[in-house]
C-alpha cells in the first residue's frame, strides 16, 4: 500500500469490494453514488465526504470506527493473521 492517505484507503475500499464479490457499479449502486465518483473514491483520485464513506462501508459490508490513535497498533495485530507461534498479539511500547 502507499503511504498517501487517499490511496490506503482507496487501496482498502477496493480490497473489501473485490473480496464482497462486487463491481463497483453494484458498491456505487448501494452507496447511492455514480460509478465515475465511487471509483475516484477507490482510486485515490478525490477525497470524500465521512457521510459517502460511511454509505460505501456499509455498501461493502463495513462498518467505519475511530480508534485512537495509540491503539492502532493493537487493532492491525489483532486484524493479522495468527499462527501458532504463542506470542502474544500486541506489546505496548513506553512513549
Known sequence: M???PLNELGDLLRQARL?????Q???ADLAGLSRPRYRDIETGAAAA???TLMN???ALGLEMMLVPQAMVPA???LMRP???DDLPAFVSQPD
Open 75 to 77: 487493532v492491525r495485530a
Open 49 to 51: 465526504r465521512v457521510t
Open 82 to 84: 495468527h499462527d501458532d
Open 2 to 4: 502507499t503511504s498517501d
Open 19 to 23: 473480496t464482497a464479490g462486487l463491481t
Open 25 to 27: 457499479e453494484q458498491v
Open 56 to 58: 460505501v462501508s456499509r
